[in-house]
């Protein structure tokens, strides 16, 4: 059932973001009179299609659809969605109606300015929507973060490896002071940091990075998980222990093994599942000796105190500014990531996912919040990958309309539709990299 919430949250993103995308193409060239002569959601490859306006059936139920000038449709392969417009040589290489008289209504015989607002369409629509749904969130939900100040770490295989230890406090990446704890990971690799300055205990060390292990950070997810400190904050008072521990009252030892962290104890714990264990409880300045009970799911059965979660909210007007500023940052932080990849030195390129990476990130149950943010960062991530200059993206369709704009030569047919099958040879090679990526990934 989780797998099936997960399959269709990543359909439903992924189509929303697909007709958005594709809506930008639409609009534009609809305003310049430019004919569209397709809209599709999914490729309907071999012509098999799953649903089109201009099947019998509703034609029948709609007569005027016969009349319409674009015919819209859902194809069977899930791997994108197009709009094909005329005279324009695109995914659906219709060479044919090239060699045709050029038409007023088609997207060759417009100016070049038209063109590239129509191939700018798309990744604008992405933008767009990307910035009203951060708004949206901002003005709903607020922002929420845990302060790095005063926080402290608890390690990974990775990153005891490279010199980090549980209860580290991480106090600056190259000079850097990062403000939100969870993106500790994510800043040591995007800044490319070399340095990091610890507190660990009373000393303060800086510990050397190795920028030949930036794949592996990419692939080790909670290297910096958040130490809790096993601090009772409450407990039932049905449970046998509440007689025992009190509020503030916080646990160093477990059957007689040293005990810093609630991570700790979730290691030791299950092993006295059932019986009772001695607990060495620090209560203000006093020591104490406790002989608690452990339920069989190796639980004491208290509540820790939690870390502090630094909130606001935002009124109509501020979550705008909140937005825009949200966006530019998940931009920023993205073109990073590109950067990382495009150095293969780096080894980054492993990190690249399918839709199967893709469905990973998205939650086991319906979470709005977390829905909404997701289709917003996708939708900034599609939009910086088509900006990118590869013929068959429409960052390459842009590079050619504007080298037209500024020499006054146009490429030619010939070499658009070479350029076109390269670029798309290209995005095959990357969907197999991302595809294989993933397969490997599942069978480490």
Aim: overall charge neutral; glycine content about 8%.
């Amino acid at each position: 059932m989780t797998v099936l919430i997960k399959i269709l949250q990543v359909i439903l993103a992924l189509s929303l973001l697909i007709i958005i995308h594709e809506s930008g193409h639409f609009f534009f060239a609809k305003i310049f009179g430019i004919r569209v002569e397709k809209f599709f959601l999914f490729f309907d490859v071999g012509k098999f299609k799953l649903f089109s306006t201009k099947s019998g059936w509703f034609v029948k139920l709609f007569p005027a659809a016969a009349r319409w000038e674009t015919e819209y449709g859902i194809g069977w392969l899930p791997l994108g969605g197009y709009c094909k417009i005329a005279g324009m040589i695109d995914e659906s290489m219709d060479l044919e109606s090239m060699k045709r008289e050029p038409q007023p209504w088609e997207f060759r015989t417009h100016p070049a300015w038209q063109r590239l607002l129509v191939m700018a369409g798309g990744v604008l629509f992405n933008f767009i929507s990307a910035i009203v749904i951060f708004c949206c969130i901002m003005g709903i939900w607020g922002s929420a973060y845990i302060p790095n100040e005063g926080a402290r770490i608890y390690v990974n295989e990775l990153s005891y490896d490279m010199g980090f230890r549980n209860g580290d406090h991480i106090i600056s990446m190259d000079g850097y002071e990062p403000e939100d704890f969870s993106s500790l990971q994510a800043e040591l690799v995007r800044r490319e940091v070399s340095s990091v300055k610890v507190l660990r205990d009373r000393d303060t060390l800086d510990l050397y990075i190795d920028r030949s292990q930036v794949s592996s950070m990419l692939n080790s997810p909670d290297m910096f998980a958040l130490a809790i400190p096993f601090v009772v904050d409450s407990i039932d008072a049905l449970n046998p222990n509440s007689a025992l521990l009190a509020r503030g009252d916080a646990i160093y030892s477990i059957g007689g093994r040293e005990v810093r962290f609630l991570q700790d104890a979730r290691k030791i714990l299950p092993q006295f599942s059932g019986a009772g264990v001695e607990l060495g409880v620090l209560r203000g300045e006093d020591s104490l000796d406790v002989n608690a009970s452990v339920d069989s799911l190796g639980r004491l059965g208290v509540f820790m105190q939690m870390p502090e979660v630094r909130t606001r909210n935002y009124s109509f007007t501020e979550s705008i500014p909140a937005g825009l500023k949200l966006s530019w940052e998940t931009v920023s932080g993205y073109l990073k990531d590109i950067k990382l990849i495009a150095t293969p030195s780096t080894g980054a390129y492993k990190s690249v996912g399918s839709f199967i990476a893709i469905g990973q990130i998205f939650p086991s149950a319906w979470d709005s919040y977390r829905f909404m943010y997701l289709l917003a960062l996708l939708s900034i991530m599609l939009g910086v990958m088509n900006l990118l200059p590869i013929p068959g993206l429409d960052g390459g369709h842009i590079l050619f309309t504007l080298y037209e704009m500024v020499s006054g030569r146009k490429p030619s047919d010939r070499f658009l539709a070479v350029a076109q099958m390269i670029g798309m040879i290209l995005l095959i090679l990357l969907m197999l990299l991302a595809f294989g990526n993933d397969i490997g990934r599942h069978i480490r």
